[in-house]
Structure formats: C-alpha cells, structure tokens
C-alpha cells in the first residue's frame, strides 16, 4: 500500500454497534422529556395518595397509565415542535419554508426594481387579480358542470349546479378532474345512503339523547348544528345510528341554509361536560370524512366552546400543520363569550340553563327534535 492511499476503514465491533444504538435511545428518550420533568412530582404525588387511600375510586392501574399517557403527550408534542418544521422546511412546506418564501425587505431592493406600494396601485392590482381570478374559477366551473352532466346518469340523487361545482372545484384546489370525480363519487355515495330519507323516528333513540340537533343561526346566518359532548357516551353508543343523526342533521342544516340563501353551516361543539367516554374517535372520523367528501365547503366556522386547556394546547401545535383555510374556520370560545358568535336569542333553552351539561330535559329535547323553523 502506499502512503498516499487511503486506508479502508475497520469494521465496528459489536460493542460500538451496541453503544451506538444505545447512545440514540438515549438521545430520543430525552427527547421525549425535553424539559417536562416538573410532571414526575405530579404524578408521584398523585401515586402516593392512591396508595394512601385504598378507599379512593380510583385504580392504581388508572393513575399510573394517566400519568404515563400525560408524559406520552407532552412528549409528542415536543417532538412536533422539534422535528416536524425541520421535516417540512426540507420539503418546501410548512411554517419555515413559507417565511423564506417571502420576499426581501424593501430596503434590499434596487432603486430602479422597487415595487411600488402605494395604495392606489395596490388596490387596482388587487381588484385586477381578484376579479381575473374569478373570471378563470366561474370557466373552470362551467367545464365541470359540462362534464359532470354527462358522466350523471338521470335520476340522480345529487343536484349539480353551478354552487355545487364552485364547491368541489374549491375543495379540489381548483383541479377539475378531481372535482368532477368528487361529484360523481358524492351522487354514488348518496343513492347508496340516502341521507335525504332519513326521520327522526329513524334514530328517535339517539335523538332523545339530546347530543345533536340544528338549532338557530350565527351572526353570519348559517344554520347552527349543536354537539354536546358530555350528552355522548361511546361504550353505549352504536356507530350506525349515530352517523345517521350526523347525516340527519347535516342535512336539514344544509336545506335551512339553501331556504335562505346560505351555503355554509356552523358546528357548536359544548366541550364542558367533556370525559374520556366522551372521546369517540370513530365518530369524529366519521364526521370528517362526510365534511370533506360529501360535504365540501359547507363548513362555515367551528365552535369549541369551554374546551378544556388540553385541547387548546394541542391545537396550537397541530395548527400550523392544518390547511389555512381549515385552521381559520376553528375558534375556540370561552364559557361566557359564546354571544360573540351566535345571539342569544339563537341559543337554545337548554344550553342557556345549565350549561348544556347533564342530558337534555324530555320537553326541550322533543322540541328540538322537529328542528323549530328559522326566523
């Protein structure tokens, strides 16, 4: 061998193999930590007062996995913020990406390459933009109507019109052969499941509840479809019928709204009672899928109303991670600002009385059931 060449590299011992994958576990444990070691005391002292009190209600086994479920996702969230705006930021997307997106500040500009920023030119570049930009949507629509009314058979279950096709070339960011493919996909979906025949008599058990219902207007006229959390309970619940009154309510909101000339609904979510029965994820599942697939851009805004901090604290971080647009229509509300959003003469009984906690008394719940017109 001679000196000027390069000497092949020995190969790692097992020991260093070893120490390696050691030093990584390592690394990520902490990771998961990352500074959050003031819940170890917590939760000590929460295992201490089970031990010391056999009579408590409450399992070891129950407060040892919430505490552990508590460092789980702090942990995650970590991770979110560490890890994610890197992986985004590489790929082009994500909060980074979109600041280095932005163009220099104006004192970096040339004289002679400045742009002009006064008000005057702004607007009429603006309106030009807007109104091109419009112009090139209402064409687009107009294609997908075409194609759409060729590719539905007659009868169909779904009417296309000009609103729907605007709706679903929106929610295809502006693709149209997905939107014409969302269309045919959606008049499937509801001859198949018939949402429109749906009654009250059909789910009069999960009505009785009084978990859900369509109930006055916002402050911007969308019909109002109210979910109470602490009125659901997912281990008596059966998804079937739970779904239908989704379906149930999606739909008489929908055609309140059209009645008015409204195209988008409101969603009030009463977080107060909120419990670990109250957490269906089947459900929620269920809801996103028809709001995204068969309802598209009907989502006006989303009320959380007395979230607990947990959810406000997750959202913060999931945030910047949600589609704009999706994200701005999400507000979470405090128990005593609820008439910033919807009058309090929209607000039904129940909910005005005790905080929509406990279930809904028998006379207010089988008067919501028939959905009182809207004034």
Excluded at 346 to 367: F, T, Y
């Amino acid at each position: 061998r001679t000196p000027a060449e390069p000497r092949a590299p020995a190969p790692a011992s097992p020991r260093k193999l070893r120490n390696g994958w050691w030093s990584k576990a390592r690394q990520l444990s902490w990771r998961l930590v990352d500074g959050r070691l003031h819940c170890l005391p917590v939760g000590v002292g929460a295992l201490v007062a089970v031990l010391l009190a056999p009579a408590s209600p409450l399992r070891r086994t129950d407060v040892v996995g919430g505490v552990l479920g508590m460092g789980l996702i702090l942990g995650l969230q970590s991770l979110v913020r560490e890890v994610m705006p890197r992986k985004l930021a590489a790929t082009g997307l994500g909060p980074q990406a979109k600041q280095s997106a932005v163009p220099p500040a104006a004192a970096s500009w040339p004289d002679e390459d400045r742009p002009s920023t006064s008000p005057s030119n702004c607007s009429t570049t603006c309106s030009g933009d807007s109104e091109d930009q419009e112009d090139e949507e209402r064409r687009a629509a107009e294609e997908v109507l075409q194609r759409a009314q060729r590719v539905l058979a007659d009868g169909c279950c779904l009417t296309v019109d000009m609103s729907c096709c605007m709706r679903f070339l929106r929610a295809w960011k502006g693709d149209i052969d997905g939107a014409v493919m969302g269309i045919q996909r959606c008049a499937e979906w509801r001859r198949a499941a018939r949402p429109a025949a749906i009654v009250a008599e059909d789910i009069r058990t999960e009505l009785a509840t009084g978990k859900g219902y369509v109930h006055g207007v916002d402050l911007h006229g969308q019909p109002i479809i109210w979910a109470f959390a602490g009125r659901h309970d997912k281990r008596v619940r059966r998804l079937h019928e739970t779904v239908q009154l989704i379906l149930y309510c999606l739909e008489w909101a929908v055609r309140l709204g059209e009645e008015r000339g409204v195209e988008k609904i409101c969603l009030v979510f009463d977080l107060s009672g909120f419990s670990s029965a109250s957490m269906d994820y089947a459900v929620v599942r269920e809801l996103f899928v028809l709001l995204a697939n068969y309802y598209p851009e009907r989502l006006g805004q989303v009320l959380l109303w007395s979230a607990p901090s947990l959810f406000s604290g997750f959202w913060r971080v999931v945030r910047p991670y949600i589609d704009p647009v999706t994200a701005a229509k999400v507000h979470f509300v405090a128990a005593c600002a609820l008439g910033e959003h919807i009058d309090v003469s929209q607000q039904p009984e129940d909910l005005r009385g005790h905080a929509g906690k406990g279930p809904a008394r028998p006379r207010e719940a089988g008067r919501l059931v028939c959905a009182p017109p809207l004034p």
